[in-house]
């Protein structure tokens, strides 16, 4: 009796604890949100009034249309380079192999910011700066990509090919019937990892685009921050803030199991 | 008959020697376009780093002689290198000690029920970690604004003066620890929690039998156990710290008097306001042996121990 209260007290103190670290994190996101919908000409009321005037002072529609061509332009890319190498990195034996592969491990292991300025000057060259194909580029190929999805074909036992050769199916119907199954649920949980990566990435699409026409949200934001904060707009800053912040929030509510396991089923560099 | 069979056959291995070249051409074909993207995008970029870093190099970035260690020298004598390299030393330090400890306090709490826990909790929890840098470091810049901000505003209650957080070096650069943490704390939870996971049920039925106190159990079992995973966040935090550069674009443009300047943000400034694109080589040179040093280690110990990629 005294054991199980002992574990009683012991867990709600755990519980207190957390509770008190979870609104300490959450607190800063709900104060902004708070200060946009809440202040400023009429005191203690709903408004949209800030939210509307941050979406009129820069423009948020083409910086959320680049950041969805971009984001989605990558993830379309990357599973599918990261899915046929993967298959013939898992499934074929051939000459310099390793060699490919460390190739593919390589753009892991260096950091684009280490080659920021080469990216740059070989981008000036090929005059892709200010594009969305330029931003896109250097990331089009995943080496994570490519290291699950070869981790994804190999796990397939080889009978399953022998009985779908068996059935006559060629290569290609191989590789559609039996192989691309598996690899779907590597590819929703790399989905999870480049999305959020690209859409939160920003050295870099900063430092290539340079007009409205190619800029990301997130790049949008900083340039609006800079100007509110020289001019002190305060309302300006929490309100283009909440443009940037509600839409992760929403989706994060719908899945937040989904989400967050995906993050901790692989990683994020 | 058989001098059929035998055309046949001939006939049969002609075709097959054909297909297997058909199919070597396509592989190799395939890996072309993505191996080139590498190659121009990673592997050219790297090597002319490391050849533009012995370089002289004018301000629009063209080689105009040999420059020996020059590059490396003069990055190296300039103060203002000693204060990025400070800066950067202790805002790595203290944010990924103070991150990776509030994550293991985090993980220990949440332990096997993290994803049962309710939703809200959830949602405060992770929120900042689902957020760009940029929109968190914006969060802060309103949060620790003078007189507006919150945090004056809270000081004003207890009847404490305002401050200006980001306009002093010691406290602008503890305001990006603290963001830092708050941001990435939770993320590290996540992989440790994974860690936990992975310890057997019965492992922890006996040590909840035999060791109700925990300690001894956590320190000979459990960290053990955790070890990989701990090796692995703590390799990630680090990597994450070095390359922090969103905030102090955001909150302080390196300033004040080069008090919040870390080491990417330097960089940057070295090549894209200063153009000095031999320097601006020779730190990229540096940055590139460290971090690929260290995400080098954190794949290997991947590879080898946690997650079985191979």
Redesign the interface.
């Given at each position: 009796m005294a054991m199980i209260d002992w574990n009683r007290g012991k867990r709600a103190i755990k519980w207190s604890i957390l509770t008190i670290i979870a609104v300490l994190w959450g607190f800063p996101t709900v104060w902004v949100l708070y200060e946009t919908f809440f202040t400023g000409a009429a005191k203690w009321g709903f408004t949209f009034d800030n939210l509307v005037q941050a979406w009129n002072a820069a423009p948020f529609g083409e910086y959320y249309r680049n950041t969805l061509v971009i984001v989605l332009g990558l993830l379309a890319s990357q599973l599918v380079f990261g899915v046929i190498v993967g298959f013939i990195l898992a499934r074929y034996e051939f000459p310099l192999k390793s060699w490919v592969t460390g190739i593919f491990i390589l753009q892991i292991v260096v950091p684009i910011y280490a080659v920021l300025i080469q990216d740059y000057q070989i981008l000036d060259s090929l005059h892709l700066l200010n594009t969305l194909v330029g931003v896109m580029l250097p990331y089009a190929v995943s080496g994570i990509a490519v290291l699950s999805f070869r981790h994804a074909f190999r796990s397939v036992p080889r009978e399953l090919e022998e009985a779908a050769r068996l059935d006559g199916y060629g290569m290609f119907g191989i590789f559609r019937r039996v192989y691309l199954p598996q690899a779907v649920p590597a590819s929703l949980a790399f989905a999870v990892i480049s999305v959020t990566y690209h859409w939160t990435d920003f050295l870099w699409p900063m430092i290539v685009t340079n007009t409205n026409q190619a800029r990301p949200v997130v790049v949008g934001l900083a340039m609006m921050a800079q100007a509110s904060e020289s001019g002190m707009q305060w309302n300006l800053l929490a309100a283009g803030t909440a443009i940037v912040v509600i839409p992760v929030l929403v989706v994060f509510m719908a899945a937040t199991r989904k989400i967050l396991s995906a993050f901790s089923a692989t990683f994020n560099w | 008959m058989s001098e059929l069979s035998a055309r046949y056959e001939a006939k049969a291995a002609s075709t097959r020697t054909r297909h297997t070249i058909l199919v070597?051409v396509l592989?190799?074909g395939?890996?072309a376009?993505?191996?080139a993207?590498?190659?121009?995008?990673?592997?050219?970029?790297?090597l002319?780093?490391i050849v533009?870093s012995f370089d002289q190099l004018d301000g629009l970035?063209h080689v105009t002689g040999f420059a020996g260690v020059a590059n490396y020298q003069a990055l190296t004598a300039s103060p203002v290198f000693g204060q990025v390299m400070q800066n950067t030393l202790v805002f790595s330090v203290l944010s990924v000690v103070l991150s990776i400890g509030?994550a293991f306090v985090?993980a220990m709490?949440?332990n096997a029920r993290?994803?049962s826990?309710s939703?809200i909790?959830?949602?405060?929890?992770?929120?900042?970690?689902?957020?760009?840098?940029?929109?968190a470091a914006?969060?802060?810049?309103?949060?620790l604004?003078p007189q507006?901000g919150?945090v004056d505003e809270m000081l004003g209650w207890l009847g404490l003066g305002q401050f200006n957080w980001l306009g002093h070096p010691g406290t602008a650069l503890g305001s990006m620890i603290v963001l830092f943490v708050?941001k990435y704390a939770?993320?590290f939870t996540?992989?440790l929690?994974?860690g936990l996971q992975a310890i057997p049920p019965e492992v922890r039925e006996a040590l909840r039998t035999e060791d109700p106190v925990g300690w001894q159990s956590f320190r000979r079992v459990i960290l053990p156990i955790l070890s990989p995973v701990i090796a692995?966040v703590t390799t990630?935090a680090v990597?994450y710290s070095v390359?922090t550069?969103?905030p102090v674009?955001?909150m302080t443009q390196g300033g004040p008097n080069n008090g919040t300047n870390l080491v990417?943000y330097y960089?940057?400034q070295l090549?894209?306001n200063y153009f000095s694109?031999g320097q601006?080589?020779a730190l990229?040179?540096l940055?590139?042996v460290s971090?690929?040093t260290l995400?080098?280690f954190a794949?290997i110990v991947?590879e080898r121990r946690t997650?079985h990629?191979?």
């Open positions: - | 070597h592989r190799y395939l890996l376009l993505p191996a993207v590498i190659g121009t995008f990673v592997l050219w970029p790297l002319m780093t533009h970035g509030i985090l709490l949440l993290a994803l826990a939703r909790l959830l949602v405060s929890l992770f929120s900042p970690t689902i957020m760009p840098m940029i929109a914006n969060i802060w810049l309103y949060f604004a507006f919150v708050w939770p993320y996540l992989f929690l994974a692995f990630m990597l390359e550069v969103d674009y955001a990417m960089l940057y090549g894209f694109w601006a080589a990229s040179v940055l590139l971090l690929s995400s080098g794949l991947l997650f990629w191979q």
